[in-house]
């Protein structure tokens, strides 16, 4: 069992930037792939980024490459998503989400691959 908790959310302009940060807490941090979710009211859940157990391999939507980045500390039990640009396309429910059974070295993208996941923190971008 793993607990999630987003923080690092708010009302924001678009151009201005944003970090979220996820703390996890119950089991070995680098056990998990970890990735970050978003859902917009009215929308599906979508992947934002993800990243590997060792940090190494990252990957991100086309909607947000360029703009957002991942990472993670395992020796903080926490991983950031650093956000840029931030355009009103932005506004979400941002989440945090962690997956077991991944190898050291690979990241997952489907929301099913994901077992752990966070309340969710909002992300509000005004024009």
């Known amino acids: 069992q793993v607990q999630l908790v987003e923080s690092g959310g708010g009302l924001v302009q678009a151009g201005d930037s944003l970090r979220l940060s996820c703390a996890a807490s119950?089991?070995?941090?680098?056990?998990?792939?970890m990735g970050w979710f978003r859902q917009a009211p009215g929308k599906e859940r979508e992947f934002v980024a993800g990243i590997s157990r060792n940090g190494a391999n990252i990957g991100y939507a086309d909607s947000v490459k360029g703009r957002f980045t991942i990472s993670r500390v395992n020796a903080k039990n926490t991983v950031y998503l650093q956000m840029n640009s931030l355009t009103p396309e932005d506004t979400a429910v941002y989440y945090c989400?962690?997956?077991?059974?991944?190898?050291?070295?690979?990241?997952?993208?489907?929301?099913?691959?994901?077992?752990?996941w966070g309340q969710g923190t909002q992300v509000t971008v005004s024009s």
């Open positions: 989400a962690a997956a077991l059974g991944s190898t050291w070295s690979t990241y997952r993208e489907a929301s099913r691959s994901y077992d752990y």
């Open positions: 119950g089991r070995t941090f680098s056990s998990y792939a």
